[in-house]
C-alpha cells in the first residue's frame, strides 16, 4: 500500500463531490482490494470486508465520509456564464476570483469565480451568496453549452502541497484525510490473527445528508463503529474551548449519543500505547456521519474520531499528516484489544 | 506573444520589488535599443531609433509592478500580518493561497472554520488588516528563520489558457502592457524613435512614472495598460465600462487624468484607418500612470490604451488574446500617425 503521505496527497488531488464520489472511490478500491474483498453499492459507497465475521463475533466498523463539498451547475446565462449551487457549507468569503474547475462528461474546463466588480457596488460590500456568483469560462451562450450542462460538477482548483513543519494542504482532506486513516488501520490489521470481523466504508453524501453511511451501516450490520472526520484545529481567530490543536494527535469524540465505552477505551489505549491524543466534546449530535449511523437497525455503539484541521471547507485545508499516522495507530490498536476482549 | 506574457507574470513583483520584472525586460530589450537604462528608481527607460526622428517626443508606458502584500509584523504564533500593496478587494483575499519573501516560502491566508462562524461573520469580508499568513511556523522564532517584515507577498495563481481564446493569470496587470511594448520593441522596424518606460510602483501611487516622464521629457504620454471590464452576467449593459473581444479601451476620462480631446480622436481614428478593434471607456473609474505622466515638467498630452480586463487586481485577472494583438497593432500604428503630426 502506498504510504501515508503520498496517499494523502493523491486522495485529496481525486475529484469526488458529494453524489459523484468515483474519483476518490476508485483510486482506494485500487488500495483497499489488496487487503479485502471490496464492493461498491447503490449509493456509491465503498465497502470492504477486511476480515468477515463469524456468527457471534464481534464486527468493526472502520467508517470515513468520502465525499467533499462543492458546486453544481444549474443553468447557463445568455452571455455564457454558469450559475451554481451549492453542495455542502461554503465559506462564502472564498468564492470570489477563485480559479474552479467544472468537470464535464468531456473533461476538465477552468472558469473563475465572478460577481459584481466592487466600483459598481456602493457602502458594504458583504461576500456573495452561492446565488448570486457566476462562473466565467470563457465562452458565450452556445459554445458553453456545447462544452457544459446543468449538473456537471465544479470544484475549487487547488494544488495540494507540503507546508514547513510537515503540514499538508490542500482540497478534500475533510475527509480524505479520514478515509487514509481507516485505509491505513485496515492495512495495520490485515496481517493480524483476531476474533472479530473488520468492514472498511467510505461513504458518500456526508455533507448533503450522510445518505451513505446509514445505507452502508445498514449493510455491514457491525457490533461497533468508528468515524473518522476532520474537526477544527485552533487558529489564532478561533475560540480555543471549541478546537483541537494540529498535530497534538487524534481526537477522541464525546458526546451523549456516541458509545461512552468505546470512547472511554480509545482513551484508554491511548494512554497504554503512548498515542497523542486530545478530546472533543459534543452536547448533541457530531455533525458527522456517526449520527446517521447509531440509530441503524436495532442501534449501533458508535465513535467518533476526528483528524484537527485548519481552514476546514476551503481548498487549503491544513492537517498534520503526523495525526492521521497516529489515529490509525489507534484506531489498530482499538481493534486489536477489542477483539480479544470477553472472546 | 502569450509565452512572453507567461514569462512575464510568472515574475514575482510587486509595487517596490520590481528588480527580478526589470532585469527580465533590460536583457531582452538593450540589444535592440539606442539607448537602455534602469533608473535609480528601477524603471527601465529606452529608445529605439526609427527611420525618422519625430517632432514631438512619444513614450509608451507600461508598469512592472503587480498588486499584492508587504510582511509587516510576525505573531508570537508565527504567523504574518500583511499590508495590501495596490487596490485589493477585501473579498478577494480570504483563503488564497500565496508565495512569502525571496525563499518563496508557502503560506495560507487563513481564517477559522465557517461552521465557528456568526452569521453576521459569514457575511462580512475580513478586513485586510485581519488577516495573517500561516506559513506553517509555530512560533516567531520559527517564522523568522524564513520570512522578515518588509518582505514581499505574491499571489499564488497559474497561468491558464481557457475558453474561446482568454487568458488568466495574476499580474496581467500590466504584465500583459510590458509584453505588448516588448513585442514591439524587439519585431518591428519602427517609423519614428520611439521611448518606452517600465515604471515601477504604478500600484501604489506612480512615483515610478513621474521619475520616467520627468528623464524622457516626452511631448506625448500612452499609458499602455489594462482596465476594468464588467462585461458579466448580472451587471446592467450601462454599467460595463468595457468589453472583452471589441480591442483596445480608450480613455476620455478617469479618476486620475482627463485625457487629450485631440488624442482620444486619434486613437479611435486610428483603429478605423487600420480596421482594429477599439472601444472607449464608457465610464469614470480607476485610474492609471497617465495621472503621473501628464503632470510632468510642463506638461504632457496624456493617452491610455488599455487591454479590457476582467477581475483586475486579483489573483485571477482575465484577458482576451484577440485584445491584446489588437492593443499591440493599434499602438504600432499610433507610433506612425503621432510621429507624422
Known amino acids: 500500500m502506498t504510504n501515508v503521505k503520498e496517499l494523502l496527497l493523491g486522495m485529496s488531488s481525486a475529484v469526488g463531490v458529494s453524489g459523484r464520489e468515483e474519483g476518490p472511490v476508485s483510486l482506494a478500491e485500487k488500495e483497499l482490494s489488496a487487503l479485502g474483498q471490496v464492493r461498491i453499492d447503490a449509493l456509491g459507497n465503498l465497502i470492504c470486508t477486511v476480515k468477515e465475521p463469524r456468527a457471534g463475533q464481534k464486527h468493526f466498523m472502520l467508517d470515513a465520509h468520502v465525499d467533499e463539498i462543492g458546486m453544481i451547475v444549474t443553468y447557463i446565462e445568455e452571455n455564457g456564464f454558469l450559475k451554481v449551487a451549492a453542495c455542502g457549507g461554503f465559506d462564502r468569503k472564498l468564492l470570489l476570483a477563485s480559479q474552479v474547475e467544472v468537470h464535464t462528461d468531456q473533461g476538465v474546463l477552468p472558469g473563475v469565480i465572478c460577481s459584481i466588480p466592487p466600483h459598481l457596488q456602493s457602502g458594504e460590500k458583504p461576500n456573495p451568496k452561492i446565488d448570486e456568483i457566476y462562473i466565467d469560462i470563457g465562452c458565450g451562450r452556445e459554445e458553453a453549452a456545447r462544452r457544459t450542462a446543468p ?66 451501516s445498514f449493510a455491514v450490520n457491525p457490533t461497533h463503529a468508528i468515524t473518522v472526520d476532520v474537526s477544527f484545529a485552533y487558529t489564532p481567530d478561533a475560540k480555543k474551548d471549541q478546537c483541537g490543536e494540529l498535530g497534538k494527535g487524534p481526537m477522541i469524540g464525546i458526546s451523549p449519543i456516541l458509545s461512552r465505552e468505546m470512547s472511554d477505551q480509545l482513551i484508554r489505549i491511548a494512554k497504554e500505547k503512548e498515542i497523542p491524543w486530545q478530546v472533543e466534546i459534543m452536547g448533541g449530535e457530531t455533525g458527522t456521519n456517526a449520527d446517521a449511523i447509531v440509530p441503524v437497525r436495532g442501534g449501533i455503539r458508535t465513535a467518533v474520531v476526528s483528524i484537527p484541521q485548519a481552514y476546514m471547507h476551503t481548498p487549503v485545508e491544513k492537517i498534520d499528516p503526523r495525526d492521521v499516522e497516529n489515529a490509525a495507530r489507534l484506531l489498530a490498536e482499538y481493534v486489536k484489544e477489542e477483539a480479544a476482549r470477553h472472546a | 506573444m502569450l509565452k512572453l506574457i507567461e514569462e512575464l507574470c510568472a515574475i514575482d513583483g510587486v509595487s517596490g520589488r520590481e528588480e527580478a520584472v526589470a532585469e527580465f525586460i533590460y536583457n531582452q530589450i538593450s540589444p535592440v535599443c539606442e539607448r537602455c537604462e534602469i533608473d535609480p528608481l528601477g524603471n527601465v527607460l529606452a529608445m529605439k531609433k526609427g527611420r525618422e526622428t519625430p517632432k514631438k517626443r512619444l513614450l509608451l508606458d507600461a508598469h512592472m509592478d503587480e498588486v499584492g502584500f508587504i510582511v509587516t509584523y510576525i505573531t508570537e504564533e508565527g504567523r504574518l500580518k500583511i499590508s495590501p500593496l495596490g487596490g485589493i478587494d477585501a473579498r478577494v483575499v480570504a483563503g488564497k493561497s500565496v508565495f512569502v519573501g525571496p525563499k518563496r516560502v508557502y503560506g495560507i491566508i487563513g481564517t477559522k472554520a465557517v461552521h465557528m462562524m456568526t452569521p453576521e461573520e459569514r457575511d462580512k469580508a475580513p478586513k485586510i488588516d485581519e488577516l495573517t499568513i500561516d506559513i506553517g511556523a509555530g512560533s516567531r522564532e520559527e517564522a523568522e528563520n524564513w520570512v522578515n517584515p518588509g518582505d514581499p507577498v505574491v499571489f499564488d495563481s497559474d497561468f491558464v489558457l481557457f475558453g474561446e481564446g482568454f487568458v488568466k493569470a495574476k499580474a496581467l496587470d500590466d504584465r500583459a502592457g510590458c509584453a505588448v511594448l516588448m513585442d514591439i520593441l524587439l519585431k518591428e522596424e519602427l517609423p519614428y524613435d520611439t521611448w518606452f518606460s517600465f515604471t515601477v510602483q504604478e500600484e501604489i501611487g506612480g512615483s515610478g512614472a513621474k521619475a520616467a516622464a520627468y528623464t524622457v521629457d516626452p511631448a506625448v504620454a500612452i499609458s499602455v495598460e489594462t482596465t476594468t471590464a464588467a462585461d458579466i452576467a448580472g451587471v446592467e449593459e450601462d454599467k460595463k465600462v468595457c468589453f472583452l473581444g471589441k480591442g483596445p479601451v480608450i480613455s476620455f476620462m478617469d479618476r486620475g487624468t482627463i485625457y487629450d480631446r485631440e488624442l482620444y480622436r486619434l486613437a479611435l481614428d486610428t483603429a478605423e484607418k487600420y480596421g482594429v478593434k477599439a472601444q472607449p471607456k464608457l465610464g469614470v473609474f480607476g485610474g492609471n500612470n497617465a495621472a503621473s505622466l501628464h503632470k510632468a515638467r510642463g506638461g504632457v498630452r496624456p493617452m491610455a490604451v488599455s487591454m479590457p480586463c476582467r477581475y483586475l487586481h486579483t489573483p485571477s485577472c482575465v484577458l482576451k488574446t484577440e485584445d491584446i494583438l489588437a492593443t499591440r497593432e493599434l499602438l504600432f500604428r499610433l507610433i506612425g500617425e503621432l510621429g507624422a503630426r
Open chain 1, 151 to 216: 449538473g456537471d460538477i465544479v470544484t475549487f482548483h487547488a494544488r495540494n502541497r507540503e507546508m514547513l513543519g510537515g503540514y499538508l494542504t490542500g482540497k478534500a482532506l475533510d475527509n480524505r484525510a479520514g478515509c487514509v486513516t481507516v485505509m491505513r488501520a485496515a492495512q495495520l490489521l490485515s496481517k493480524e490473527e483476531l476474533d472479530c470481523g473488520i468492514s472498511v466504508t467510505l461513504t458518500s453524501r456526508e455533507e448533503i445528508n450522510a445518505a451513505g453511511a446509514a445505507a452502508a
